[in-house]
């Protein structure tokens, strides 16, 4: 049955997972053109800095802190000594990202096990009649927008922002104007990283604990970040907005398996008609606008 | 290569007597000799089914050492083949196959879920290579070579739901993994619901990979039912405990696969998993004496494993089935497969007079004509601080193949599965 306040509720949790699965993909594979499939290791290492944090009795939000600190130290690490010598090499970078994320994981369950005791949902149920929700997986898609308006609010407004996308896009042109793009890249990649890990530290609480939980996130994020398009962090958001609605539209009238079916058919769609993403198409459409006026 | 680096380190720390037959193996291709018995164990130690593998290899290890320690089987020391299939279904038919034909096992001990046991099934027939399949599951699979020792659907479920029925009223709402055993699962909760006069108001199968389970939630809210019936799978699925409890839905909730399997009341914060009843055949809280005396079950786990976190429900059925096996090579005098299935098929029981080989109760009984095992079962329920007692327990045998099918390997050679769909009307 759809229900209106059903819908919304199940669309906030959508769209949060979705831009927090994606966010930290946008700026490594959507502004870098890394394509890190150890994006999903990254969640779960700071999943895991989380975890551990708050299981040895510290407050969940310092915990949250050690967690996004563990992956920034992580991307750190990977950047120096791997990332750093595939940079416009796409494919070697998928190759090298894909083993690490294995090795990743194997990693973390030789020395943590299989899984780790998880730390229970904060904050309670919001209830409506007969229907109640979680407050916290409620908040989440609340923090996934401010997330979304500070990382754009970053890259746009900021003079780093604005030496890290010179980087990116001329890195002769930049170094000949100053700027110290190896440095802009290192930062660049462990930004994408922290994200990441606050994905995981903010989802700790409501996942089960094991190595392999980052390939939860791959999907959702690889299809935002690509059905997005070009202009990375509007089409992500955009992305979100629009595979959320199809996910708890269906979610919500045919069961779970039938909305994952809709949201990936609607991704194909996505990329078979408007090949420069959503975020492309929308500037399509103002061109021709500002065109006809 | 690696794996047989693993087996041979296994070897040599379990015991030096061991040592020289496990090099031999090392240099593949090589069968077993006279005075060894070589048994392949492929359980998953990493990927997906890691938590619920792992106690599994850890259980037939600890079996097999209790036996060479006392002599073996017939005198004969077991040496095995345990390489990690690592969750991969074709991981396990490639090594399935290596088992059989390279390494020759003389038994063959393999996988958790029901797609990894359709998915090496053929293998095993078309090579008539005795398996013991050691997972609760759906029920069903009448086949010469397979015994299926872990309890069925038809007995998880059947503890528990009538349990629940009487206690909370007649209206379920089912929840199940989707794939063959969630499926099925569902379809006996149908079959038990009708038996027990109750009904079922609506049913959901939900992805693996699925970690939302918020319009789960909200369409148990709006069906409202007296209790649910959970046939949830796997670590994606554990979110459900932790989100329904955030969202304060307080229904008492049945289940098969709950807690006895990933040890959920341990793993997740108190009081997620307050009221939920597990149908099972074993897990660590059983209050058997052979299981919780000193020196029982459990202690002999933990002294192996002391830093294992939990003992699971299917792990007794690997260690249990092992001594099974031995049972009936003595009883055959050989281990040649045929005449091993043979003594097998005229019944096999553990009893507590033997004890340790029967933690779950006083005696397991091995049904020869189904290859299925009549369990004593358990309803097992956690409190709000996930202390785990006992509720209800019972004598349950295995059904639908003896009494609904009619299935008698000792008569007529199969390979089939049968579904509860082809025999029950409120199934379709």
């Given amino acids: ?293 | 290569m690696s794996d047989r680096l693993v087996s041979r380190r296994g070897f040599l720390s379990s015991s030096a007597v061991l040592a020289g037959t496990a090099l031999a193996g090392c240099s593949g291709g090589s069968a077993s000799s006279d005075d060894t018995i070589k048994i392949g164990v492929l359980e998953d130690r990493s990927g997906n089914f890691a938590l619920v593998g792992d106690p599994k290899h850890k259980a037939s290890m600890l079996a097999i050492e209790e036996i060479n320690n006392n002599g073996g089987i017939d005198g004969k020391q077991i040496e095995t083949f345990s390489p990690d299939p690592q969750s991969d279904n074709q991981r396990y038919q490639e090594l399935a196959s290596r088992a059989i034909r390279e390494e020759e096992v003389d038994a063959l001990w393999a996988g958790y879920s029901s797609a990894t046991r359709e998915a090496i099934r053929p293998t095993i027939d078309r090579n008539e290579q005795l398996y013991f399949y050691t997972t609760q599951y759906e029920g069903g699979v009448c086949d010469k070579y397979t015994f299926a020792v872990g309890p069925t659907a038809r007995q998880q479920l059947g503890i528990v739901l009538p349990y629940l029925r009487e206690e909370f009223g007649p209206d379920i709402y089912t929840i199940a993994a989707d794939y063959n055993f969630g499926q099925l699962s569902a379809d006996w909760v149908k079959v038990l619901a009708n038996e027990n006069d109750a009904n079922v108001l609506g049913e959901e199968f939900i992805p693996l990979s699925e970690t939302d389970f918020s319009s789960t939630i909200n369409n148990i809210q709006e069906a409202d039912p007296d209790f649910v019936m959970s046939m949830l799978v796997g670590a994606n699925h554990t979110s459900f405990y932790e989100q329904k409890a955030s969202a304060g839905l307080e229904v008492p909730i049945g289940t098969s696969t709950a807690m006895a399997q990933g040890y959920e009341h341990r793993r997740i914060d108190p009081p997620a998993m307050a009221n939920i009843y597990a149908g099972v055949n074993y897990m660590e809280e059983v209050p058997t004496d052979s299981n919780t005396q000193d020196g029982g079950f459990v202690d002999r786990y933990f002294e192996k494993y002391p830093d294992a976190p939990y003992l699971n429900e299917e792990a007794e059925t690997n260690y249990f089935s092992t001594y099974m096996y031995k049972e009936a090579v003595e009883q055959a005098g050989t281990v040649e497969q045929p005449e091993v299935i043979d003594a097998l098929e005229s019944g096999i029981s553990l009893g507590s007079e033997r004890a340790p080989e029967a933690p779950e109760g006083e005696t397991i009984e091995l049904d020869g004509a189904t290859h299925h095992v009549d369990h004593h079962m358990w309803v097992m329920r956690a409190d709000d601080q996930h202390n785990v007692e006992a509720v209800e327990n019972r004598k349950i045998p295995e059904q639908f193949l003896s009494e609904t099918v009619g299935c008698d390997l000792r008569e007529e050679v199969e390979t089939t599965q049968y579904t509860p769909v082809d025999y029950f009307e409120e199934a379709q």
Wanted: net charge neutral.
């Fill in chain 1, 1 to 293: 049955m759809v229900n209106g306040i059903n819908l919304f509720f199940q669309f906030l949790d959508s769209f949060g997972f979705i831009v927090l699965a994606a966010i930290g993909l946008a700026v490594i594979f959507g502004m870098m053109g890394v394509i890190n499939l150890a994006h999903g290791e990254l969640i779960m290492i700071g999943a895991y800095g989380t975890t551990l944090v708050a299981n040895a009795g510290a407050p969940l939000v310092l915990a949250m802190a050690a967690g996004v600190l563990a992956a920034a130290v992580a991307g750190l690490i990977i950047e120096r000594t791997i990332v750093k010598r595939l940079y416009h090499r796409p494919l070697d970078s998928m190759v090298a990202t894909w083993a690490l994320g294995l090795a990743l994981t194997q990693v973390v369950r030789i020395i943590f096990g299989n899984s780790l005791s998880g730390i229970g949902l904060p904050f309670g149920a919001i209830r409506f009649g007969a229907f109640s929700y979680s407050m916290y997986r409620t908040v989440l898609s609340v923090v996934a927008l401010a997330l979304l308006v500070g990382a754009y609010l970053v890259f746009t407004r900021t003079e780093f922002g604005i030496r890290a996308r010179a980087t990116i896009q001329d890195a002769d042109t930049a170094r000949a104007m100053g700027v110290d793009t190896d440095r802009m890249y290192t930062s660049t990649f462990v930004i994408g990283c922290a994200l990441a890990g606050l994905t995981g530290a903010l989802y700790a609480p409501a996942l089960s604990i094991v190595p392999g939980m980052g390939s939860t996130f791959l999907v959702e994020a690889f299809v935002a970040v690509v059905t997005g398009g070009t202009s990375v962090l509007l089409g992500t958001t955009l992305a979100a907005g629009v595979l959320g609605s199809a996910d708890a539209l269906f979610t919500n009238l045919y069961g779970t398996f039938i909305g994952q079916v809709a949201m990936l058919i609607l991704a194909i769609l996505i990329l078979r008609f408007l090949p420069t993403g959503l975020s492309g198409a929308l500037e399509d459409l103002r061109e021709r606008i500002g065109g006809e006026n």
